[in-house]
């Protein structure tokens, strides 16, 4: 065993510092003044070679796969200093300190904040069966956010967590580990100074994380970081904030796509249609055509892998005809109906597939790890080899069959599926690693993450023009630059439902904002009434929202599946598409800074130290809090409203509450509880939309709760093609400043059209009327007579029952400020 104790010297070469041990040799890189990799390599090699990074500051032997997408920085230039007892680097963020003996590192922020400490003495070690583990310092009470998909509260406090990425389903989503992404992150919180730091392990291996499980005599409370091999590639993410950590995060592993608007609608899916005998076409056309005489709207269809059935066997690119007679003309037909299908598809290829022989021929396989021959697993239906997605002939290959066979039948979607490698049992199994060669243990989760990318640019690549849509199961660091996820398979049941949400927050500390979960439950029974109500309300505000199922009691979860309880199913799916303005530009957001569209409470309210265990409450963007009813039967509701702000109810005429408290509000079967915080900028849809991708707002509806200074982005598009990239898009700045006179500036950019014809403004005010309202320097007419204002073209008028101000007018086309004046107005002085 190797314990890393010994400080020798150091060097200093290519913008980078090498510090040398009496086992290992430690890189110290400024990727930037808040970004701070560490990387202690045992055997001294020190190749770079990623298949993740999206931002270094070295040359990499995979850059040229990268192109266009990786950013190459000078590496940042710190002050450094030296004595007997350390060397400290400082930068105009940061300040990294090297202790030599005991040995570690301790990272602080610019105000002298201690950040992250190593363990100090032996904190990086090599063991005799090749794992390497890094220890470092904790408090007890600390918080740790993120890990990626992880089942159980938010906080992992004295959690051991695995990072094996499985096809985990029906899993029980309150205690099991592991599920199916595997991504080496996670934020620590120190609840003493309220500051955060990010922490990143770039490698692949198999990897746990003991986040305070154990404790030793001998040593202070201490987490460690365990893989199978490879280096501690360790990069620590300055910021102080949540939101400044995933910032980070995202920069240096990849922003997350934006995704096309269809990508954020409603998702018809069910394993039912594609595997009926026949005619599983005619079937799904009947499904959407009912969506839309039940009034509810739809943007796409996940296809199932039935379609691709071949003597009862899932085989990847072929079309079971009996199922699908005319595979063009039924993809033709979902898109007229504005459906489009995201056909499933699969890396892991049978034995006994048709094209066998063909795939193999191309050397296209995973190989076995002592024989010249493919390597082979357990796969749907027996045995099967696996797509090796790190050798550039596959992956030509790979674009090439899902070209022919998928896209070039009418689809820019790509459902990439089953693809966690788990059933590769054996860990020696050889890739490619583009001409190096490396081992499936070494590399598995890189696999879906690559799989996504091809995906995307065999989209792009036979339309240049199209936005594609990939949604994947698995998935690496990364994988936010190229997929939305969902978190697998769950089981129906009132557990599932709560714990989804810690999962799909947790996924959005760790820099995916695309998650969401399988509405009403996959697998199991179908889910009960109140059960499947309460599970589609929480949905909609999921980033990706798809009611699936493959229920094991014969039955179909579709919306209309309860004749009594449609009608309240309606009204959540409609309320989500009249928030179009506010989600996509909650995805514009989250393309630029990683921010999560679902926020736990802490991302927002990191100053508030009663939400840092909050794990079901969250923040739907920005500025509305969802306390969603996940328990039965209940009649009331405890909501906690964080601290530092006023909180209006969405459900109760904008009643006012100070944050800090937790009150109880009456629930019904048609109640979701909404909070509006104070200072709120909320864009909706006042014209009904039945489409994201080919409906557009004429009636913009915007929800102002002045009392704290704000600026907002709504953001739009075409929301369908890449013309974005080329700037071809609408960007309108709305700041809102003032208490006594509140003025709300709009500046719009941007060159793509503006089809709002109308604007409301709802501004609540809870103690008074205004004395006057003004846009531009046109006062408005005032209405006492709320039949009178509705009939008008402009005015406004004070809503006694809400207490709020409504103001209605013309787009005027141009910026402008309206300016509501709340100033006293002395009647009797006059």
């Known amino acids: 065993m190797y314990l890393c104790n010994t400080f020798l010297g150091m060097d200093q070469q290519d913008g980078c510092f090498l510090l040398h041990t009496n086992c290992a040799d430690i890189k110290v890189c400024f990727v930037t003044d808040e970004i701070v990799r560490v990387r202690v390599s045992f055997d001294r090699e020190l190749a770079e070679e990623s298949y993740v990074l999206a931002t270094t500051a070295w040359a990499d032997r995979l850059d040229g796969l990268f192109e266009g997408e990786r950013t190459r920085l000078t590496p940042v230039e710190p002050t450094v200093t030296e004595d007997d007892a350390s060397i400290t680097f400082a930068t105009a963020a940061v ?7 005991p040995l570690g590192f301790k990272l602080y922020n610019a105000a002298g904040d201690l950040l992250y400490s190593d363990l100090a003495g032996t904190p990086y070690t090599l063991d005799a069966n090749r794992r390497v583990t890094h220890y470092s310092a904790m408090t007890e009470d600390d918080c740790f956010y993120g890990f990626g998909e992880k089942a159980g509260e938010l906080n992992k406090n004295k959690r051991f967590l695995r990072q094996r990425a499985t096809d985990a389903m029906g899993y029980d989503a309150e205690v099991m580990d592991t599920l199916y992404k595997h991504i080496p992150f996670y934020i620590r919180l120190d609840r003493a100074t309220a500051k955060a730091v990010g922490v990143y392990y770039n490698n692949f291996y198999e990897s746990v994380f003991n986040m305070g499980c154990e404790k030793s005599n001998y040593w202070s409370r201490y987490t460690y970081w365990q893989a199978d091999g490879g280096d501690i590639d360790l990069f620590l993410l ?33 394993m039912y249609y594609p595997e009926l005998e026949k005619d599983s076409d005619d079937a799904v056309l009947e499904f959407i055509d009912t969506i839309k005489e039940e009034g509810f709207p739809i943007d796409g269809f996940h296809l199932s892998s039935g379609y691709t059935s071949y003597n009862n066997k899932r085989c990847v690119f072929t079309w079971n005809t009996d199922r699908f007679k005319d595979p063009r003309a039924y993809f033709a037909a979902m898109n007229e109906k504005g459906a489009q299908n995201v056909p499933n598809v699969k890396p892991g290829i049978l034995l006994c597939h048709p094209w066998f022989d063909e795939f193999n021929a191309k050397g296209v396989f995973v190989k076995d790890s002592t024989q010249d021959t493919y390597g082979v697993g357990k796969w749907w239906g027996g045995d099967g080899a696996f797509w090796d997605y790190t050798k550039p002939e596959a992956r030509k290959a790979w674009k090439e069959y899902l070209t022919a066979n998928v896209i070039d039948i009418g689809t820019d979607s790509i459902w990439d599926d089953n693809c966690e490698y788990d059933s590769l049992l054996d860990k020696d199994c050889r890739c490619d690693f583009d001409g190096k060669g490396g081992t499936i243990g070494q590399l598995k989760p890189l696999m879906s993450t690559l799989m996504c990318k091809l995906g995307n640019e065999a989209v792009v690549e036979h339309n240049p023009k199209a936005r594609p849509y990939v949604v994947c199961r698995s998935g690496s660091a990364g994988i936010q630059k190229y997929a939305q996820t969902w978190c697998g398979d769950n089981f129906t049941s009132w557990k599932t439902l709560r714990y989804n949400i810690p999962i799909i927050t947790g996924m959005g500390l760790s820099g995916q904002p695309n998650e969401g979960a399988d509405i009403g ?88 130290p009663k939400v840092y265990d909050e794990s079901f409450e969250f923040m739907f963007g920005r500025d509305i809090l969802v306390a969603n009813v996940v328990e039965p039967g209940v009649k009331s509701w405890k ?69 704290k200074d704000s600026a907002y982005t709504l953001y739009d598009d075409d929301g369908v093609t890449n013309d974005f990239k080329q700037g071809i898009c609408r960007k309108t700045g709305i700041t809102m400043t003032g208490t006594d006179v509140v003025k709300v500036a709009f500046t719009a950019t941007g060159s793509y059209t503006d089809f709002v014809e109308r604007v409301t403004v709802e501004m609540i005010r809870k103690d008074r009327s205004p004395f006057w309202v003004a846009l531009g320097d046109k006062k408005l007419e005032h209405f006492l007579n709320r039949r009178k204002f509705e009939a008008a073209e402009e005015g406004w008028y004070y809503s006694q029952t809400k207490k709020a101000v409504l103001v209605k007018y013309a787009n005027p086309r141009q910026d402008t400020v309206l300016t509501v004046s709340f100033e006293d107005f002395d009647l009797i002085g006059m």
């Open 639 to 707: 909501v906690y409203l964080p601290a530092g702000c006023k909180w209006y109810d969405w459900n109760n005429n904008f009643a006012c509450y100070e944050g800090g408290q937790t009150i109880e509000v009456p629930v019904d079967m048609a109640t979701i509880p909404l909070f509006i915080r104070e200072g709120a900028v909320i864009p909706m849809a006042d014209n009904q939309l039945m489409s994201m991708a080919n409906d557009h707002m004429t009636d913009l509806h915007l929800i102002l709760a002045p009392g």
């Open 521 to 608: 439950g996959f697998h199991g029974p179908a889910p009960e009434e109140e059960l499947f109500v309460r599970w589609v309300q929480n949905g909609i505000f999921q980033p990706r929202f798809s009611i699936h199922s493959a229920s094991n009691d014969n039955t179909v979860t579709e919306p209309w599946m309860y004749r009594g309880s449609a009608g309240l199913i309606r009204d959540a799916i409609l309320l989500r598409y009249r928030m179009t303005p506010y989600l996509y530009s909650a995805e514009y957001e989250a393309s630029l800074t990683g921010a999560p569209i679902m926020r736990p409470l802490v991302y927002e309210f990191q100053n508030d």
């Open 238 to 270: 300055a910021g102080d904030t949540l939101a400044r950590v995933v910032d980070n995060y995202t920069r240096l592993t990849g922003r997350p796509a934006l995704l096309p608007k269809r990508a954020l609608g409603y998702q018809g899916s069910s």
């Open 95 to 101: 300040r990294l300190v090297f202790g030599k003996d």
